[in-house]
Nanobody, 126 residues
Framework: QVQLVESGGGLVQAGDSLRLSCEAS????????MGWFRQAPGKEREYVAG?????????YSDSLRGRFTISRDNAKNTVVHLLMNNLKPEDTAVYYC??????????????????WGQGTQVTVSS
């Protein structure tokens, strides 16, 4: 049973940085792809970033590239981080961690994932 647990959300001010973390359990990370999505009130879910299991290849939404960075934890490869810099009020959303195991068959821009975390709220005040 794969479980994804997010942490790190909260209330910040515009311009601040925040790092979200997601820990996967229940399956070896080999062959996995992990990603972050977000959903703001009244808006569709947006694919933010993805990373392969080796942590070498990444994907970013064009609108967020340069401000957000996805990475695998150096010490614990079951953990993925999303570092968000220069946060803006429009970044306010529930952020979800997601995972799939496809052994690289699909590109990282493929936004279909099989497992989801419960979500963590990020609120950016102006």
């Amino acid at each position: 049973q794969v479980q994804l647990v997010e942490s790190g959300g909260g209330l910040v001010q515009a311009g601040d940085s925040l790092r979200l973390s997601c820990e996967a359990s229940g399956r070896t990370v080999s062959g996995s792809v992990m990603g972050w999505f977000r959903q703001a009130p009244g808006k569709e879910r947006e694919y933010v970033a993805g990373i392969n299991w080796r942590g070498v290849n990444t994907y970013y939404s064009d609108s967020l590239r340069g401000r957000f960075t996805i990475s695998r934890d150096n010490a614990k490869n079951t953990v993925v981080h999303l570092l968000m810099n220069n946060l803006k009020p429009e970044d306010t959303a529930v952020y979800y961690c997601a995972a799939r195991w496809d052994s690289g068959i699909y590109g990282l821009n493929y936004d279909v994932y099989d497992y989801w975390g419960q979500g963590t709220q990020v609120t950016v005040s102006s």
